[in-house]
């Protein structure tokens, strides 16, 4: 599974903003590894700098040089709509006839090919296949007749699906999220400005103070001269569609999302994984590094209780912590991996199981999701053959039946191993001697949330938004999309 996208957008006094925007990307790298770019604007026109790659080689100093003006956005990509090459790599941006717009989008809409066969009838012309670009023209088509916030307004009623934006309109900043707020966006002050992105741990990166969440609908707009921003509700849902797997998968461990340090809503669930499904074990140990957080909750709420809930007798000395499986951290990530066979032999050069921690032992093995199962599968396989006893295999969230539209590239449902199997079924297939995940009520309860109040389309199969051939789990529908159909009202 890859997110994804990040974001980030600065407005500051009176000095450039390519630096802290660069800096700002590098720490939201793991949103997306397979484009970056930056849009500045220096008072007169827009500058633009966007690569294929990671973040270090996207840019040079000479790039960062080039990209002059106190305001801009950035943005790092994993493609989700839209093919894989520069037309899709982000900042979007445009110059119409009032003005410079630049765009940088995490999420997905789910009725962009509506809007962009309407705005292709009435002329405009589109150089790629994103739904940025969608949202782009439509708004740079609103400005022509409105002022910029109403302009958002109207886009934000017409766009249908999950976005979280940094937008800039020449040289003012803004940043928008969408009205269930599915794709995280904050606020944080710099000394001599503010900061828009993905995730706080950019603010942290940049010395800045986390201000706070972007509400759902919300659009924040910065001063021009970084010396406040603005605020303007403008469009309300019943309730919010969190995506909970940016606690659980995608986002940094050291980063606040909703309210919420990510690091200690992990914790938290491995808590609750031991109170639902604990198995008294020799040893817990975690997936590394995705089990890590998940596995020491668990193991220290197995310290206080049995697994029948109990309290600890004091000469019960409980299950130990460890890990036992060791990392090499210089073999790619196993998605880049094209084939099945290749993604296999990747786990092997990824993950090693340090003999004496396991051999003889009964072992609990913590991570905090299983995609494909094939993963799973050869690390139980090689804990088995380094000698554990038993291996129990616990998860951190619930299994995932049904593939992402909001932006998350998922496996497709065939792949998805429990999209057809039962959790015994999976069990078997991966060699676990058991296996048990997290229910969705759990993760609510954790993130101190409505279970309605959160995005769980991946592992109910059904979702927060309108989309073609699937269940939702709440009155919602895409608004009707014609020519002319949408109506300022404010
Ligand atoms: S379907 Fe799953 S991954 Fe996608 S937004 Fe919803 S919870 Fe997140």
Not at 122 to 147: P, Y
């Amino acid at each position: 599974m890859t997110e994804k996208c990040g974001v980030v957008g600065v407005a500051l006094a009176d000095r450039d903003v390519a630096r802290p925007l660069y800096y700002g990307l590098y720490a939201l790298q793991h949103r997306g590894q397979e484009s970056a770019g930056i849009v500045t604007h220096d008072g007169f026109q827009q500058h633009s700098h966007v690569e294929l790659g990671l973040v270090g080689d996207a840019f040079d100093e000479g790039d960062l040089e080039s990209l002059a003006g106190a305001a801009g956005i950035g943005h790092v990509r994993y493609p989700t709509a839209g093919s894989i090459d520069t037309s899709c790599a982000q900042p979007f941006s445009v110059s119409f006839k009032s003005g410079s717009l630049g765009l940088s989008h995490n999420g997905n809409l789910v009725n962009a090919d509506e809007i962009r066969d309407d705005l292709a009838a009435l002329g405009h012309a589109f150089t790629s296949d994103g739904d940025t670009e969608v949202i782009a023209h439509d708004l740079a088509r609103n400005l022509l007749e409105e002022d910029l916030i109403r302009a958002v307004k109207r886009t934000m009623q017409r766009i249908h699906g999950s976005y979280s934006l940094t937008i800039m309109h020449d040289e003012t900043v803004m940043g928008v999220r969408d009205p269930q707020g599915n794709r995280p966006l904050c606020l944080g002050k710099l000394e001599d400005g503010y900061v828009l992105a993905s995730e706080s741990a950019a603010i942290d990166t940049l010395g800045g103070e986390f201000v706070r969440d972007i509400r759902p609908g919300e659009l924040v707009v910065l001063e021009e001269d970084g010396s406040g921003f603005d605020s303007y509700q403008l469009v309300e849902a019943e309730a919010t569609a969190h995506c909970f797997f940016e606690h659980v998968y995608f986002a940094r461990p050291d980063s606040q999302i909703d309210g919420t340090l990510v690091y200690e809503a992990r914790r938290r669930l491995g808590r609750k994984l031991w109170e639902e499904s604990g198995v008294e074990t020799d040893v817990v140990m975690p997936v590394p590094d995705s089990g890590r957080a998940f596995a020491s909750g668990y193991a220290d709420a197995a310290d206080e209780t049995t697994a029948q809930g109990e309290p600890r007798e004091e000469d019960d000395d409980g299950v130990e912590f460890a890990e036992g499986l060791m990392k090499n951290r210089y073999v790619g990530r196993t998605f880049i991996m094209p084939t099945q066979d290749e993604r296999e032999r990747a786990v092997r050069l990824k993950l090693n199981p340090i003999t004496s921690t396991v051999e003889g032992k009964t072992v609990t093995l913590i991570d905090d999701s299983i995609v494909r199962g094939t993963t799973s599968n050869q690390l139980v396989e090689l804990l088995k053959n380094s000698g554990a006893a038993e291996v129990h295999m616990r998860i951190g969230a619930p299994p995932i039946v049904a593939p992402c539209y909001m932006g998350i590239n998922m496996a497709t449902r065939k792949e998805l191993i429990a999209s057809d199997k039962t959790i015994p079924e999976i069990g078997d297939e991966i060699g676990a001697d058991s296996l048990a995940y997290l229910s969705p009520d759990a993760v609510a309860e954790v993130l101190e949330t409505d279970r309605d109040d959160l995005c769980l389309g991946c592992v109910t199969g059904e979702y927060p938004y309108d989309i073609d051939g699937e269940a939702t789990d709440r009155d919602v529908t895409r608004p009707q999309i014609g020519q002319a159909t949408v109506d300022a009202d404010d």
